[in-house]
């Protein structure tokens, strides 16, 4: 069974750092592109970043720029997303998800990325910025 689990979602204060991790297990990641996308109250699903399986290319959103970094350690097959400076408008569920396809689609909530049968999401971590 394909599944990935989520972890680091956690109160911060604007300014602040996190580390979420996104570790897989049922599957190896490295033929996958993983993507980190996010939905506050309200809002549409947004894809924050991805990074390809093929040879480590990244995404990011322009919110995200500047400010976030996405890696992989396919090794221990866990794919990570440093985020600094954060800020309240960073508030929401934080999930990854599994795309053999690539990370082609991440920008657009109506691309079907991640909706493949060889494809998987995890449940989600929080993640709150307020002081």
């Known amino acids: 069974q394909l599944q990935l689990v989520e972890s680091g979602g956690d109160l911060v204060q604007p300014g602040g750092s996190l580390r979420l991790s996104c570790a897989a297990s049922g599957f190896t990641l490295d033929y996958y592109a993983i993507a980190w996308f996010r939905q506050a109250p309200g809002k549409e699903r947004e894809g924050v970043s991805c990074i390809s399986s093929s040879n480590g290319s990244t995404y990011y959103a322009d919110s995200a720029k500047g400010r976030f970094t996405i890696s992989r350690d396919n090794a221990k097959n866990t794919v990570y997303l440093q985020m600094n400076s954060l800020k309240p408008d960073d508030t929401g569920a934080y999930y990854c998800?599994?795309?053999?396809?690539?990370?082609?689609?991440?920008?657009?909530?109506?691309?079907?990325w991640g909706l493949g049968p060889d494809d998987a999401w995890g449940q989600g971590t929080q993640v709150t910025v307020s002081s």
């Open positions: 998800g599994a795309d053999i396809r690539g990370c082609r689609g991440v920008d657009d909530i109506r691309s079907g």
